[in-house]
């Protein structure tokens, strides 16, 4: 007895994903927890990332002893990015 393609179909059915998992509206209403947490991490990443720039911003202009004070929370605030980095790509991971 041979197998049709229809019955190889219906033996290895893929796993639907829901529309409420995938949903991402403007007013965040339709977000699953996941994705909020993701964007989240996304947000605390950019304003860490701002930060930077103004600290670097800042040092083009500075002298040693405020560049030194400056280099110390670059290095706090890499520190803290790398850390949200961490948990964002755990959180692809799941």
């Known amino acids: 007895m041979n197998k049709t393609s229809k019955d190889d179909d219906t033996n290895t059915k893929k796993p639907e994903i829901t ?9 965040g209403s339709s977000v699953s927890q ?7 991490l996304l947000a605390k990443l950019n304003e860490i990332m701002a930060k930077i720039a ?3 911003s ?3 202009n500075a002298n040693e002893q405020t560049k030194q004070a ?13 850390v949200i980095i961490a948990q964002i790509q755990e959180a692809q991971n799941t």
């Not at 529309?19 to 007013?27: E, G, T």
């Open 19 to 27: 529309v409420s998992q995938q949903a991402i509206k403007n007013d």
């Open 70 to 82: 400056l280099q110390s929370q670059l290095q706090t605030l890499n520190s803290q990015a790398a």
């Open 34 to 40: 996941n994705s909020k947490d993701y964007l989240d």
């Open 54 to 56: 103004e600290i670097i």
């Open 58 to 60: 800042k040092m083009q």
